[in-house]
C-alpha cells in the first residue's frame, strides 16, 4: 500500500534531494493523515458516547488532534518548500521543525486534557456498557495505526523528515493507547470491574510522554545539534580525496532545514606548494561539493609541513605522547618554531567535552612533562579545543 500511494501520488519519487518531490512526500503523508485520524475520531467518538467511556472518548480526540497535526504539518512542508529570499538566505526549511515542535505540543495538550477527564472519572464513576462490535472496531483502530506508523517512518526515513518520524512516533504511542482502552472494556466483560478511569489516566501519560520526546526531537536541530558522525566521515572523505589536500579537522554542519546544511571545515594543504595552485583546489572542492551534495561548504587552508623528516619526526612523538594518555584526544595544525637550543611546538588539541579546566590543565602538564622526556628542549604551546562531531569519530 505505501509504495503504491508513493508511485502513484509523488512523482519523481527517487529523487528525494529536489525540493518538489519532498514536498510531494510531505503533502502525501499528511493528506493521508487527516483521512485517517478523521475516520477514526469519528468511529471512536460514536462509541465512546454510546458506552459511556472515557478511555474511548480520550483516545477519539487524541485522533482528532492527530487530525490537527496533519494538517499543520501540510502547512509546515508547504512553507519550507519556499525557496531563499533576501531575508532567509538559507530558505524556510526549519518551518518543518517548528511545525513539528507545534504538533508536540498539540500532543501535550490532548494528554494534559484526558489527564484531567480521567481523575474525574476514578472520582466519580459512570457505568460502561459492552459491546463486542465496539471492540472489532478499536481493533481495526490499532491496525490503521501501526500502518500509519510504518507509512509515515518509512516517507520519514526516505526524506530525512523530523516532522514524518514525530508523526510515526504519535500513532505508535496510539497503538498503545488504544490497546489500554480495548483492555479495559474487555477487563468489565469478564469481571464486572470498571477500571476505564484508572485506563484513561494511563493513556493520558502514555500521550503526554509522546508528547515530550516530539519535542526533544525537534527542538534538538532548532538548538543546534553536534555532527553525526555518518555525517563527519562523509564530508570528511569528500574533501580529503582531492589530490592536494592531506587531511581535514574542525568540521562544524549548520542545519536549515532536512537535507539544506551549510559547512565549513579547515582542509590542510602542503606548505610547499603554491598557494594559488592549493586555492585552486580548494574552490574546486567547494563547488563539487555542492553540485553533488547539496552542501555550501566553506573551506579554510591550513599549511602544514609534509616533508621535513625532522618536524614529522617531532610532530609523530607528539602523537604517540597523546595517545598514550587519552586515545580519544588529537592534535592538528601541528607547526615547529625555534633554534637550535629551544623549539617551540605550537599546535591545536582536541579534548572530550568532560575535559574540565582542571582536567585540562593536568592533561597539559603531563604532556609537556612527558614531551620534555623526549627532549628538554621541547616547549609545547597548546590551543585546547572541542569537538562539534557527536562521537569520536576522528
Not at 325 to 335: E, L
Request: proline share 2%; net charge negative; hydrophobic share 45%.
Amino acid at each position: 500500500m505505501t509504495e503504491f500511494l508513493i508511485r502513484h501520488f509523488v512523482e519523481n519519487y527517487e529523487d528525494v534531494e529536489k525540493v518538489s518531490v519532498r514536498t510531494a512526500y510531505g503533502v502525501l503523508a499528511s493528506v493521508t493523515g487527516i483521512f485517517c485520524n478523521l475516520f477514526l475520531f469519528g468511529l471512536k467518538w460514536c462509541i465512546g458516547f454510546f458506552l459511556h467511556s472515557i478511555s474511548i472518548m480520550a483516545d477519539a480526540f487524541n485522533n482528532l488532534s492527530d487530525a490537527g497535526s496533519s494538517i499543520i504539518s501540510l502547512v509546515g512542508v508547504k512553507i519550507a518548500e519556499r525557496p531563499a529570499d533576501e531575508e532567509h538566505p538559507f530558505g524556510h526549511g526549519r518551518v518543518e521543525y517548528i511545525a513539528a515542535l507545534v504538533v508536540a505540543f498539540l500532543v501535550l495538550e490532548v494528554g494534559f486534557t484526558f489527564f484531567k477527564d480521567a481523575i474525574s472519572k476514578i472520582r466519580h464513576p459512570q457505568e460502561m456498557r459492552f459491546q463486542l462490535f465496539s471492540v472489532v472496531v478499536l481493533i481495526l483502530s490499532v491496525a490503521v495505526k501501526l500502518w500509519m506508523s510504518y507509512f509515515n517512518k518509512k516517507l520519514g526515513k526516505r526524506i530525512d523528515s523530523k516532522v514524518m518520524m514525530a508523526v510515526s512516533a504519535d500513532a505508535i504511542g496510539d497503538v498503545i493507547t488504544t490497546s489500554a482502552t480495548i483492555f479495559s472494556v474487555v477487563f468489565l466483560k469478564l469481571t464486572g470491574y470498571n477500571i476505564d478511569g484508572f485506563i484513561g489516566l494511563g493513556v493520558s501519560l502514555v500521550v503526554m510522554w509522546a508528547g515530550v520526546g516530539i519535542a526533544k526531537d525537534t527542538l534538538e536541530p532548532l538548538i543546534g545539534q553536534a555532527v553525526d558522525p555518518k555525517v563527519y566521515l562523509q564530508i570528511t572523505n569528500f574533501v580529503e580525496k582531492y589530490d592536494g589536500v592531506v587531511g581535514s579537522h574542525d568540521l562544524i554542519v549548520h542545519n536549515y532545514g532536512p537535507a539544506k546544511s551549510m559547512a565549513s571545515i579547515h582542509a590542510e594543504v602542503p606548505n610547499n606548494v603554491d598557494i594559488e595552485e592549493s586555492h585552486a583546489v580548494i574552490d574546486r572542492i567547494e563547488r563539487e561539493a555542492m553540485k553533488k551534495m547539496g552542501l555550501f561548504l566553506v573551506i579554510h587552508m591550513d599549511p602544514v609541513e609534509t616533508e621535513d623528516k625532522k618536524v614529522l619526526a617531532i610532530k609523530k612523538d607528539a602523537e604517540e605522547i597523546i595517545k598514550e594518555m587519552d586515545k580519544r584526544v588529537s592534535i592538528h595544525d601541528f607547526r615547529v618554531v625555534g633554534g637550535r637550543d629551544h623549539k617551540n611546538l605550537i599546535f591545536d588539541m582536541v579534548i572530550p567535552y568532560e575535559y574540565d579546566k582542571e582536567k585540562q590543565n593536568d592533561l597539559r602538564e603531563e604532556f609537556a612533562r612527558r614531551l620534555r622526556e623526549k627532549n628538554d628542549r621541547y616547549h609545547a604551546v597548546i590551543t585546547m579545543e572541542r569537538s562539534y562531531v557527536a562521537s569520536a569519530a576522528e
